[in-house]
T-cell receptor
Framework: EPEVTQTPSHQVTQMGQEVILRCVPI?????FYWYRQILGQKVEFLVS????????KSEIFDDQFSVERPDGSNFTLKIRSTKLEDSAMYFC????????????FGEGSRLTVL | QKEVEQNSGPLSVPEGAIASLNCTYS??????FFWYRQYSGKSPELIMF????GDKEDGRFTAQLNKASQYVSLLIRDSQPSDSATYLC??????????FGTGTRLTVIP
């Protein structure tokens, strides 16, 4: 069964460093997303991506964050100059594009900023 | 503002009972409504979705939607210990984005 894959599963970084989280969405899907979940809190929308550009972003997704689809398969989230409060689980998701389409989530990348 | 509110729980029910989970949303333009289950440390997994007013049943699960009241609920019949998890209500906008509530933690007591 097709699935969304994310790497790394866990990354530990020092405050101020740059981090890239990688995702391979399901191959025929059209919409790609990043969500984050701080421990014990809700799943928060960060950004959606369609047709090689950002379609919507939340207030959380400021200049510290960027997304890219560098090739036909990968979808990356870059976090520049990480802060302690960036520590969270980051979920990538993809959607086939139907009006009532399910979002398929990857297993997540846990980011710990020290 | 896309607010999704859930009764925060935690909710405990005995095995075999009905668990009732509730959700309200603020954006009247919301089109589809999803219930996800999330086990601790895992990613959300879809239970079911609903987009028309009324009830939708899938096995032991029934989703109910009332767009006039901006209310969606999930009933779990014959609750099992394996149903113990956090249940996330999510609302889908026209841009195909999902916005989640804070979740309701359910514990089914054997």
């Amino acid at each position: 069964e097709p699935e969304v894959t994310q790497t790394p599963s866990h990354q530990v970084t020092q405050m101020g460093q740059e981090v890239i989280l990688r995702c391979v969405p399901i191959s025929n899907h059209l919409y790609f997303y990043w969500y984050r979940q701080i421990l014990g809190q809700k799943v928060e929308f960060l950004v959606s991506f369609y047709n090689n550009e950002i379609s919507e972003k939340s207030e959380i997704f400021d200049d510290q964050f960027s997304v890219e689809r560098p090739d036909g398969s990968n979808f990356t989230l870059k976090i520049r100059s990480t802060k302690l409060e960036d520590s969270a689980m980051y979920f990538c998701a993809s959607n086939a594009g139907q009006l009532t389409g399910e979002l398929f989530f990857g297993e997540g990348s846990r980011l710990t900023v020290l | 503002q896309k607010e999704v509110e859930q009764n925060s729980g935690p909710l405990s029910v005995p095995e075999g009972a009905i668990a009732s989970l509730n959700c309200t949303y603020s954006d009247r333009g919301s089109q589809s409504f999803f219930w996800y289950r999330q086990y601790s440390g895992k990613s959300p997994e879809l239970i079911m979705f609903i987009y028309s007013n009324g009830d939708k049943e899938d096995g032991r699960f029934t989703a109910q939607l009332n767009k006039a009241s901006q209310y969606v609920s999930l009933l779990i019949r014959d609750s099992q210990p394996s149903d113990s998890a956090t249940y996330l209500c999510a609302v889908q906008t026209g841009a195909n984005n999902l916005f989640f509530g804070t979740g309701t933690r359910l514990t089914v007591i054997p």
